[in-house]
């Protein structure tokens, strides 16, 4: 079996990093609820406190990982864009040049909507 292409490589790298992303938002989410229900049930619990405070300090975190996250997946798609030129230039399968423009596309529609 040959080895994967740089723009196989490069389009694997944003789509792992794109999910990656997701899955942040998706943590970021249940930590949120986590935090909601701990609220609701202030009252009942006499460690709700530190638990509330561990949980907003896990939001924090979380949402201190976006910003370089971001960042390594614009450059990521930078090197992806460049692959895509090059495997264009010198004949890359097509199977490769559709899914590095799918993922390029996907990764830009991620970027618009933030």
């Not at 896990?58 to 992806?80: G, M, N």
């Not at 864009?81 to 495997?87: F, R, V």
């Amino acid at each position: 079996m040959a080895p994967p292409s740089p723009l196989a490589i490069a389009t694997s790298s944003v789509n792992r990093l794109v999910k990656e992303e997701a899955s942040y938002h998706k943590e970021l989410k249940h930590q949120e609820a986590r935090v909601e229900k701990l609220l609701a049930s202030k009252d009942e619990d006499e460690n709700a406190e530190y638990q509330l405070k561990q949980e907003r300090t896990a939001i924090e975190e979380t949402r201190a990982v976006f910003p370089p996250l971001l960042q390594r997946i614009e450059d990521a798609l930078h090197r992806l864009e460049d692959q895509l030129a090059t495997g264009e230039a010198n004949g890359a399968s097509e199977t490769e040049i559709k899914n590095a423009k799918e993922t390029i596309a996907k990764a830009k529609e991620l970027a618009s909507a933030k």
